[in-house]
Structures are given as structure tokens and as C-alpha cells.
């Protein structure tokens, strides 16, 4: 098993004022390249703090993060951002589209942070994208034009259309209704088995958990249980 | 393809960006251009009525006082509040041939300027006195002849006076009176000669409405005691040509002979061109005030903008946009607010400008004729075109609306992605 | 249907107490909107407090080196009043000058005499202008002894000069030096007077330093022959409010000589009048300015406001009706407005009350100019002018507030559905 991430003894301290919040301690864990794997936990567990480790948005205290082979824990915000640029794909649970691009030129956004100056390929890889998650056509809209879905597949097309080792997903069902949510995971799913990319995602929804092939429960910072499931086929 | 800085955008997506982001919101946008545009209205409007004073008053004084330049004895000069009499030019003819030949030069003529005492038989007081060429020569260089709005121009023989008109009133005289001349002649012994009034002439300028008569040039010659001179010589360029290098050209030609000073009419007054700077620096003041508020008012909208779009932020930082990107982002959505309040201020100026500048507007009503509003300028006064400082204006206001903008954009590009994200 | 119900509980709403509350919840977001208030009271202040030293200093600077507040002169002295006809005056001191004293609006009474001259030493004669004056009661007025620079007052009964710093710099002359003056007696004839200079004045009017020879009143009469007489009587009001009417105070109360008149110093000229357009041209600007500070509120006041739609949306929810919402973001304004008003009243004063004590010097601007003017602008700060600021700062916050309110109320209801 390759692993794409690795948490090495992890903690991340947080200072409110006066008092100290312990949000990871010590916390290890490895995701093997082409993971489905879902973070579950009350608030205050540590998801998000963990999510944000993995997505370089963040550094931890102590310990080491490593993500595609790179260490994490030492870099500097510009480097940070580059690294998030070229390695990690975002989708949330607000969509956050940017409202003044279309669909697909927030697809496009990403590949222009890159510095892919080629408009054709650009293009190319927008439409491929867009086809992927079932939006072939609506790359003219603006996202207030598009349905809550329509907007989160928009958003996964974006977090995708780099080619990122890890695709990060921080409540993506929280705003969708259930058959909507449903559409999304099995997208997601078919991506992960189609293209391999690694999924990981942070959640309360009991739907999600349930697509996940590997459950990390997290409570107070630390890793409670961590489950393989069979992989499930794809719900009609 | 060679590809750009990671985490950067390319200009076109940049400005493609900020666009959408201003009219994202139309009616804030309107609004924060619309308190903008006011300021640039009043900047460009106090401008163009300034400028057209000063170049009225330039106009003015070339017209009737200092023509393009004057030659006089060297120590004259210094002395010139005094208008003194002992140092004068005394080889007119010659001068004049030299004068005359410059290429640039269209004419040139003598006059005695002098100090005098002027009386209707009631009241005296000190005035200035002109002695000019009455054979018509005068007029290739000054105005006056034009500017006779009660009886006549002086006769060719020159005998008799042309009354400013504040003089006129002041000693309710006019054409047809006699008055009385009291000089001090060049050798020092007292004159008294009556003369007739001719005409009254109202010039706009108050050195000559106000203190000043003309009579002939032979008549004061002879009443002086100053046969064959003059105190200066005064020369009209020829319209097209650059003044300064006609100034050169003279200057060479008199280099020959030191007793001579040569000096344009910025020199003859530099005071009051001085003077007028001094008068744009207070109006600056006002203007100030204005540019501040409006800029308080783009900074305004630019930071609330900034807190409206936390989350946006965060997303763009997330995805690895560099934090000098959205720096740049929002100053460029600042200088553009300034860019199109700047038109829109300029336009709407530039109406009452145009019209202004071609029919003037009448100040006679609200201030007496003689009254010194401190511009040599009367009735009329028309507004200036200036394109190069309105142009100015116009970019500057771009620029100042991104220095408003500074703030915002720094508060948005240090924001910290996770918890931007975040942000309800 | 009896009468529609009452909302039992928001009846009467506490939003005084709300819209305060909501204003100091986020700190941040008042002061943006409430800066352009700030800005705009200060400079309202600032202004206003620098066109009434302006105004002062030109109405000060001309009634006591011109005009007076009332001025007694020989009738038709004043149609030709450049001239300075000597033989147009104001006879009969003896008996004239205590009857005005006497009056009770008047402060005092100051005879003088005016005349050109010329001023003459053994190289030069310059045209200057002479005032005979009774030194001893110009203080407080003309103040010869506030304008003293070098060497001492001339005294009464003595043969002696103060020159203009200027003039006494042209003709060389220094305290100790003599000086013959020439010029015209009340008859017509030509008149002279030796005076030992005493002392140079620097009056701070520019053109007066550069023409002006300061006499003792009887040296004056002896030059032109005009005993017991001056050119004009210069009256002082006592009261401020009365020395527009002291004129026809006088003239109502007093019996005025024949071949003698009386003006008010607003019915001289066009350099009062120029005072008022100059006002009405300050006040022009300062309603833009406050223009310009309304559309910033409204405009921050919209983001702001919109902003919380949904909370203002759970309000009309429980029940407060649209007027109260509305009554509550004006009320909003209102305070903004307040609260800018008065952290604007505070800096325009303390700018005001720094640079009226420093005073802004302007001799460059007055040079070359016949403007009685003094040469430093010392701005003149009002507790009106903070009602003034105050007033058009709460207006603006209010008013500017009104749209945003209307629109947000618009809204407010569906968007608590929404959620």
C-alpha cells in the first residue's frame, strides 16, 4: 500500500486567550493513495483541524504531516499555497463558487493559478471535467443560476480538473437534500474508482459515512477507531 | 508554453475579475463613484475658473500694460516703483531699427511712464502717467485705442488726455473737462500744464482704470524736459512664434549696449504671477477636504466589500492563489472605482467648462466696477480648457481610490484561509 | 372582525435600547460607517470656524483702520473720499466729541485726520499717507502702542512721527531722524511740518506699513490748518449686537451738525457685501460636503444593513412590525450619526482651537494687495458651530439610513422564511 499521506505523532494546540485548546494530540494516521475514507466525530474532535493539516492549510504544533512524499509541517505560507495549488483539491459544504465566474471558468480557475497559459487545453480539460460530473453543457452558467447540486458538482470538477494526489471534502452534503447528497457521493465514488484520486472527507452525515470504505471516528483529538468496510456497490 | 508564477493570475483574468466584482453590486458601485465624482467635479470646475483668470489676466496685462516684453535703461529696473525720469533711453531711433529687426518681433514702440499729480481745479492725487504714440504706432503694440468707452482716442497731434475710467469717476469728469497735470520734470523742476479730456478707457486692468491717464508722447516729451526719450520701449511678438526664443533673439541684439535691461512680462511681473499661485494654494484647501471624504467613502465600501467576501477569500487562498494576488485584486477594483468616478465627475464638468469657456461669465453684477478682486480682469471672465490637467485629475483619481483601497486589500490578503473559510 | 390584535409583547419596543445594542456589537462596522460623519463634522468645523476668523479679521482690520462702526464725516467727503478733501471735515471737537461720548451704545468716539502727503528727506519724496490721531484713546482701537516696533510713541503737543515699517525702510529713516512732511492745509494752500521720527509701527496691514506716518491729532490740525477739526469722527459701538444700528442710534439721539453725515459701516462699500457672498459661498460647499457624507452613509449603511437581513428577518418573525424596523435602522443612523458628530466635534475643535491659537499667516498672499486685512487668520471657534456640525451630522446618519432601512425591511421577511 502506497501511501499518498502520512500523520506522524501529531498535535496542533490552539491558544483562545487564556485558556489552551488541545484540537489533535498525538495523533498518527496513514491514507494509502486511491483511499475513500471518511473522518467522523462530535465537534470538537479534531475533524476539521485534521482536514486542514492534510489540505496544508495549516502546520501542526508538533509532528510530522507528509503528503505525496512532500513534508508539510516546516513551510511557509507561499510554499503552503503552492503546494495547495498543484496538490490538493477543495470541495465544501458552502460550494464557495466564485459568483462572478462561470461554471466553467471556475473550473478553469485552478489551471490558471497554475500557469497554464494555453487557452485550448484549458478548455479541453474544463469540458472533460464538466462531462465527468455529469454537467456537459451548463459550463455558461453562472453558480446562481445552478441548483445546490449542480453547484457541489461544479465544485468537485474544480477540485479535480488539476489532478490533485488528495481531494479534500469538508461537509459536502451538510447544504444538499438527501437524493441530491446521494447523486454527489456516487459521483465521488465513480471518480475515486475511475481516476484514483484519494477522497477524504469530514462529516456528521450517516450517507456519507456510509460511502466511505474506511471510517476514522476521531473524539477529543485522538483516533477512536479506524474501520475498513467491503467496498459497497453504488446505490441505484 | 512557458507558464506564469504559480498562484498568480494573468492580467486579463485579473482585470476580468475586478470588473465583474464592481458591477457584482451595481448600486454600491454607483454610489461610491457618484460621492467621488463630486469631488473630481469641484476639482476640475475650481481649476478651469482659476486658469482662466490667470490666463485672462496674462492676456490683460500684455494687452495694456507689459506687452510681451519691454526694453529699459538698465537702472530703471530696480527703481521701477518709482518711475523715475533720470534714467532713461535716449537713442530711441536706433533701438527701435534694432528691435525691429529681430525675426519674431511684430512691432515696437516708446512710452514715458511717470509719476504725476492729477487735479480738477478741486482735489489732486498721485497718479501714473502714459505717454504714448499717438501717430498709431501705440496701437500695433497696446490696446488702448479699443478700449475707449466715453469720447475719443487721443488726436494725432497728441495734445490732450485719456482718463482711466475709476479716475473718471473718481473726479465725475469726462470728455470735454479740463485738468490739471503736476509733474516733476526730468531735471527736477515743478510743471504744471492744463489739459483736455479726450476720451475714458476702461481696460479691465485697475493699474491703468484706476491710477493711470495717457496723453501724447510728444506733449509729455516736451512738458518732462525729455526730447528724444523714453523710459521704455515696449515690443509685441509675433503671434505664433515660442517667446522665449524670441526673448533670446532680442537679448543678443541689445547685448552690444550695457546700459540696457530687457525684460519679458513675466519679469515686469513676477510679483502677481507669484501672487497667483499663492491664491491657487488657498483654494487648495477646500479641495482637499473634498478628495478626503471621497476617499474615506471608497475606502469604506472597499473594506466592508473585503468583510463580505471573507469566505470568497479564503477559497481563493485555499486553492493557492498567492496573497499578493487578492492584494492586487482588490486595489485594482479601487483604482477602477476611482477610473470611472474620474469620467464620470470629468464628463459632467466638462459641460458647464466648454460653455463657460466660449460665452464667460458676467461678474459685474455681483462685484462694483471698481472693486479689486486681485486678477486685472473685468465683466467677463471666461473659464480655461486645460486637457493635460484635467487628464491628470482624471488618473490621479484612479490612483488615489487604490491608495484608499490599500487597507482593504491588506486586511483581505492576510486573512488566514481556514478560518476564512469558515467565516459566517 | 373586532380591532386587528395588538402584538401583546412588542407593543411598544424597546428600540432606542436595541438599536443602540446593535451599533456597539460590531464595533468595526459603526465606525466605517460612521467615519465619513467623523470627517465630515470635523471639517464642517474646521470651516466654519476659518470663515468666521476670516470675516472677523476683515471686519476687525477695516473698522478700525476705516470705517467704525458708524463713521461721522463732512457731507460729500465720502463721494470723494480718494481725493481726502481736507476742506470737506468735521469742525467743532469741542463741544462734538463729549456729546457722542455720552451716548450710551457709544464706546468711544476717535477724531482723525486723514490726508496724502509727502513724506520728504534730502535724497527722495514719497507719496505716503498720514492719519492724525489721539493717541491716547486709539488704544484698543488702532492701537499705535500694540503696532510700536522700534523706539517710542510720538506725544501730544510734540513735534513727532511714528512711521510705517516700510515707508521709514524706504526714506532710511530710523528713530532720532527727521522728516519734513508737505502737504495740503484745508484751504488749499501747501502746508509742511519738521517731526523728529519717534518710532516705526509694524501695523500687520500689509500696504499700510509701506505709505503710513502716524501723528499726534493737533500736529496733524497744525498741518492743515483745520483747528478744533478732523476729518472724521470714527464711533464704536459698545455692544456687539448694536454696531450695525449705531448709525441711526446716533442720528436718532443726537443732533448732527449741518454739512455733517453719518454712515454705517454696512452702508460702506462692497467689501462687507463681498464678506456675505463669500458666506453664502462657504455655506454652498459645506452642504455638498455633507452631500458627499450622506451618500457614503447610505451606501455603507446598505452593506451593513443587508448584511443582517436574516436577523432582522427573525425580528419581523416575532412579530415587530415594518415601521418599528424601520424606526429601528433609522434610529441606527441616528446614533451613528451621534456618535460621528461628536468624535468629529471633538477632533474639528481640537484642530481649530491649535491653529486659532497658531494662527495661519497669509502675509505672502497679502502682499501687493490694498485689502485691509490683517496678514494671520486666526480661526475663530463657536459652541455654535458644534450644534451646526452636530445637527447636519445626525440629519445626514438619519436620513441616509432611511433607504437602507426601506430596503432591508423589504426583504427582511422573506428571508426569515428562507431560513
Known sequence: MEAIARLEAVEKVYRAGEVEVHALRGLSLEIERGAFLSLAGPSGSGKTTLLNLLGALDTPTSGRVEIGGISTEKLGPRTMADFRNSHVGFVFQTFNLIPVLTAAENVAFPLQLLGVTDAGERRRRVESMLDAVGLPGLGDRRPRELSGGQQQRVAVARALVKDPDLVLADEPTANLDSDTAEGIMTLMQDLNHRLGTTFVFSTHDPLVMDHATRLVRLRDGRIESDERRAMEPSHG | ?424 | MSEPLKDPVVARPPLLGLAWRNTLRNVRRTLLTGSAVVVAAAAVIFMLSYTRGIIANVEDAYALTESGHARITGEGYLDRQRFMPLYLNVPGLGELLPSLRSHPAVAEALPRIRSAVLASNDEMNIGALSMGVDFAREEGYLDPQRMLGEGQLPRPGRAEAMLGAGLAGKLGLAPGDSLTILGQTAWRSFGGLRVEVTGTARSGVAYLDASLILLPLDQAQLLADLPDAATEVLLFARDKEQRDELASLISLDRPIPERLEVRSWRQEGTLLGLMDVARAAWGFFLVILMAMAGLIIVNTMLMAVLERTRELGMLAAMGLRRGSLIRLVVTEGLIIGLLGSAIGAVLGTGVALWVGAVGIDISAAMEGTEFPMGSVIYPDWHWTQVAVAAGLGVATGALAALYPALRAVKLAPAEALRR
Open chain 2, 1 to 424: 508554453m512557458g507558464s506564469l508564477v504559480p498562484g498568480k493570475l494573468g492580467p486579463v483574468l485579473l482585470l476580468r475579475l475586478a470588473v465583474r466584482n464592481l458591477l457584482r453590486n451595481r448600486r454600491r458601485t454607483v454610489l461610491t463613484m457618484i460621492t467621488v465624482a463630486f469631488a473630481v467635479f469641484f476639482l476640475h470646475v475650481w481649476n478651469s475658473v482659476l486658469t482662466g483668470l490667470e490666463r485672462q489676466s496674462y492676456d490683460n496685462l500684455i494687452l495694456y500694460q507689459t506687452a510681451h516684453a519691454k526694453v529699459f535703461h538698465e537702472g530703471w529696473f530696480e527703481l521701477r516703483d518709482e518711475l523715475p525720469l533720470d534714467r532713461s533711453l535716449d537713442n530711441i531711433d536706433e533701438l527701435l531699427m534694432r528691435v525691429t529687426e529681430v525675426p519674431g518681433v511684430a512691432a515696437a514702440v516708446p512710452r514715458i511712464a511717470f509719476q504725476a499729480h492729477l487735479s480738477d481745479g478741486r482735489d489732486q492725487i498721485p497718479v501714473q502717467g502714459l505717454g504714448i504714440e499717438t501717430s498709431g504706432s501705440d496701437s500695433d503694440v497696446f490696446r488702448i485705442s479699443q478700449a475707449v468707452v466715453e469720447g475719443s482716442y487721443l488726436p494725432p497731434d497728441g495734445y490732450g488726455l485719456l482718463l482711466g475710467s475709476g479716475l473718471a469717476r473718481a473726479f465725475d469728469a469726462g470728455p470735454g473737462d479740463w485738468m490739471t497735470v503736476l509733474v516733476r520734470t526730468r531735471t527736477g523742476v515743478w510743471e504744471a500744464q492744463e489739459m483736455e479730456v479726450t476720451g475714458v478707457v476702461l481696460t479691465g486692468n485697475p493699474s491703468i482704470d484706476q491710477n493711470s491717464f495717457l496723453m501724447g508722447l510728444e506733449p509729455a516729451r516736451a512738458m518732462l524736459d525729455m526730447d528724444g526719450r523714453a523710459t521704455e520701449l515696449a515690443i509685441r511678438f509675433a503671434g505664433t512664434v515660442s517667446e522665449r526664443s524670441v526673448l533670446e533673439r532680442l537679448k543678443e541684439a541689445l547685448a552690444s549696449d550695457d546700459g540696457l535691461h530687457l525684460a519679458g512680462w513675466r519679469e515686469q511681473e513676477s510679483e502677481f504671477i507669484a501672487l497667483t499661485e499663492v491664491k491657487r494654494g488657498g483654494g487648495l484647501v477646500a479641495m482637499a477636504i473634498f478628495v478626503v471624504v471621497a476617499l474615506v467613502g471608497v475606502a469604506n465600501t472597499m473594506l466592508l466589500a473585503a468583510f463580505e467576501r471573507t469566505q470568497e477569500v479564503g477559497m481563493l487562498l485555499a486553492m493557492g492563489m498567492r496573497a499578493a494576488t487578492v492584494r492586487w485584486l482588490f486595489l485594482l477594483e479601487g483604482a477602477l472605482t476611482g477610473l470611472g468616478a474620474g469620467a464620470l465627475g470629468t464628463l459632467v464638468a466638462l459641460g458647464p467648462i466648454f460653455y463657460f469657456a466660449a460665452r464667460g461669465i458676467d461678474f459685474s453684477a455681483m462685484f462694483a466696477e471698481d472693486m479689486d478682486i486681485g486678477y486685472p480682469v473685468a465683466g467677463r471672465v471666461f473659464w480655461a480648457v486645460t486637457p493635460a490637467a484635467i487628464l491628470v485629475a482624471w488618473l490621479g483619481t484612479a490612483v488615489l481610490a487604490a491608495a484608499a483601497t490599500l487597507y482593504a486589500a491588506a486586511r483581505a490578503s492576510r486573512m488566514k484561509p481556514a478560518e476564512a473559510l469558515r467565516h459566517v
